[in-house]
């Protein structure tokens, strides 16, 4: 959905074979049979838990046969409200695994597994203006996006012998649905979005 969502439409559209991946496999499914879209795969998969990565890896590999990824962007991610004193830990766990921590572990394992398109691939990480300059009030959201723009730099600079480019896009708030899939109210968002809306131009 969101951002992921309007990045698939761009590539399949241009003729690019995309894989699909997300939690909501009838948005996905709906999607591409609205569109006629035959050069999509869907996988669905949850984000927050590294066996279902792992799982989502070898699929992956299963469907690629002796082809490679070209491109990798990852841009599934979650966005809970709260400062230090009222986030639990368990929400703050939550979020840097969705955000951060699949991540890593997915280009870890995309790497190990050779499926990068040797001597030039791209990894794009979709990050957010709050990874550099956060907003209060959301601080397990400010310190996961820091810490994927440091995990790009870090990649980058291991990468770069192989040929793969690694980026990070800092985005400025897009509406999408990540709040309301993590149950927070809509008098909740309406609030952040109003406060958001304060420090964009």
């Known amino acids: 959905s969101g ?6 439409y761009y590539f399949l559209n ?17 999607m ?23 799982d989502l890896t070898h699929s992956i590999k299963e469907l690629l046969k002796n082809e490679h ?3 990798l962007i990852n841009c599934a991610g ?12 368990q929400e703050f766990d939550y979020t840097t695994d969705v955000n951060l921590r ?19 691939a791209s990894i794009v990480n979709i990050s957010c203006l709050y990874g550099t300059r956060p907003m209060y009030g959301m601080i397990s959201y400010a310190m996961s996006k820091a810490g994927l723009e440091a995990l790009t730099r870090c990649a980058a600079g291991e990468f770069a012998g192989s040929m793969i480019r690694v980026n990070a896009v800092s985005a400025c708030p897009v509406l999408t649905n990540s709040l309301r899939l993590v149950k927070v109210s ?3 968002i309406e609030s952040l979005n109003r406060r958001m809306e304060k420090n964009i131009p």
Do not use: W
């Open 14 to 30: 241009k003729g690019a074979n995309v894989i699909l991946v997300g939690q909501d496999q009838e948005s996905m499914k709906q």
């Open 69 to 71: 990824l070209h491109i």
């Open 102 to 120: 699949s991540v890593f572990l997915f280009i870890k394992l995309l790497r190990q597994k050779q499926l990068f398109k040797p001597g030039g």
């Open 32 to 54: 591409c049979k609205e569109n006629h879209f035959k050069n999509a795969t869907i996988m669905t998969t949850n984000l927050a838990h590294d066996v279902c990565i792992y």
């Open 186 to 188: 809509e008098d909740e």
């Open 78 to 89: 979650v966005k809970l409200d709260g400062d230090i004193e009222k986030t639990f830990p």
């Open 3 to 8: 951002i992921g969502q309007s990045l698939a």
